[in-house]
């Protein structure tokens, strides 16, 4: 799904969209089509010789600090197993933006069984834009004692920006530029225990920094190419990990109750092809409290990243801003060599609703992001700290799909955020 920025004037058209929306999901529909015709994997052995079939068209507008507005339309497959449980998911989509044209994407995720998924997107623009991903999650193994988990990627994002390092660099410096990136992401996590985890893992990414798609915004090596920032011509991270987990969480995705902890070190190192030496530390702290049978769950994530190094490539340092993080700003609006970040969230289910037989939890979750990115935690100071007070609204079907819409306020304005799965 695409993110791009929006101001409060746009904050109507919105709810234009939400109003259409509303009319073209009514205007979906439930069919049955025999499993014969819908060949693995978008069927298995466990759905009904007659696979019911719900498809919702809807509206697509997504907003992020960094893309501008996007707009178009999507029709949502949503197949369901024997248990009525959606099972695969596919979503096509044809939408434009100013800077990159047409895109056209085709989303797909398949939950054959609780311990085993995968996902893939597939998307491109008429101009720079594309991004080709394949997700596989897998814990069928060693008595689901070995959890594995792969992505694989290709993209590029003529969105990107870079504003320099420190916390509170001006938004006058904001440059733009394109992000071009190949890569895995791999890892095996054995259970040493009943909630505990230790995870292996093994990255590797090849980046290129080239003209980006906004052209009213400066590009990158116009404005910092005098200036030390390792990797703005391109760099290579390969690194290695060791995890521990801790978790007592009910769900993976949708989670009600529970527990987690993590901590995780990662080296880098130029002897296995990586542009520079450095090393990654981070711990994490979650915890979803419910109350009145889960109708609130209050939500708090809690997290410390150091990245410890010389020549460290801008986009391998501690990296704040985005849908996930601070959601008052763009992706990678603040860069350094650490960052504290804090996120309070309570999640309000507001009603259920069914449709085609659909049921759907729709939440409020207010929430409050505060973050910096700094040196090292022990010089930071409370100027450095940003508060990002927002809304969000989700759209849940357990136990797989979280639509969800962030609403985050921060100094350069607010943005919006739309796109798959809870932040955090």
Not at 274 to 292: N, Q, V
Not at 340 to 345: H, T
Request: aromatic share 14%.
């Amino acid at each position: 799904m695409v993110h791009i920025p929006v101001m409060i004037s746009h904050l109507t058209a919105h709810f234009r969209f939400f109003v259409l929306g509303t009319i073209l999901l009514l205007a979906g529909c439930t069919s049955y089509i025999p499993r014969n015709s819908l060949p693995y994997p978008l069927t298995n052995a466990g759905f009904d010789k007659e696979v019911k079939v719900v498809s919702i068209p809807l509206p697509v507008i997504a907003s992020s600090p960094n893309e501008g507005i996007t707009a178009g339309a999507l029709t949502a497959f949503l197949l369901h197993d024997n248990h009525d449980n959606i099972s695969t998911l596919l979503a096509p989509q044809v939408n434009y933006n100013k800077n990159f044209g047409v895109t056209t994407t085709l989303y797909a995720a398949f939950y054959p069984s609780p311990d085993r998924s995968w996902e893939t997107n597939l998307s491109k623009s008429t101009i720079i834009n594309e991004d080709y991903e394949f997700k596989l999650r897998d814990k069928t193994y060693l008595d689901k004692k070995l959890e594995t988990n792969l992505s694989a990627f290709a993209f590029t994002d003529g969105s990107a920006r870079f504003f320099g390092f420190e916390a509170k660099t001006p938004r006058q410096f904001e440059t733009n530029y394109s992000d071009s990136e190949i890569g895995f992401n791999l890892s095996g996590g054995y259970d040493i225990g009943h909630h505990l985890q230790l995870i292996l893992g093994e990255r590797f990414r090849d980046v290129s920094i080239e003209t980006g798609a906004v052209k009213s915004i400066p590009y990158i090596k116009d404005r910092f190419m005098q200036l030390h920032v390792p990797g703005i011509n391109g760099f290579v991270a390969h690194a290695q990990r060791i995890s521990l987990v801790y978790s007592t969480l009910d769900s993976l995705i949708a989670p009600t109750f529970g527990g987690f902890a993590k901590a995780s070190v990662e080296n880098s190192s130029k002897a296995l092809g990586s542009t520079a030496d450095y090393r990654h530390y981070e711990g994490e702290l979650k915890g979803f409290i419910p109350f009145d049978n889960a109708r609130y769950i209050s939500v708090f994530r809690l997290v410390y990243n150091q990245t410890l190094g010389a020549s460290v490539p801008f986009l391998e340092q501690s990296i704040l801003g985005g849908e996930n993080t601070l959601r008052g700003y763009g992706r990678n609006r603040f860069i350094d060599s650490s960052y504290f970040l804090l996120n309070l969230e309570e999640r309000i289910r507001l009603f259920r609703w069914e449709v085609f037989n659909v049921k759907a939890d729709w939440e409020l979750a207010p929430f409050m992001d505060l973050g910096a990115v700094m040196q090292r935690l022990d010089r930071a100071n409370s100027r450095q700290f940003e508060f990002n007070p927002g809304f969000g609204i989700r759209a849940v079907v357990r136990p797989n799909i979280i639509g969800r819409v962030d609403i985050g306020f921060g100094h350069d304005g607010p943005a919006v955020f739309v796109g798959l799965g809870y932040p955090f």
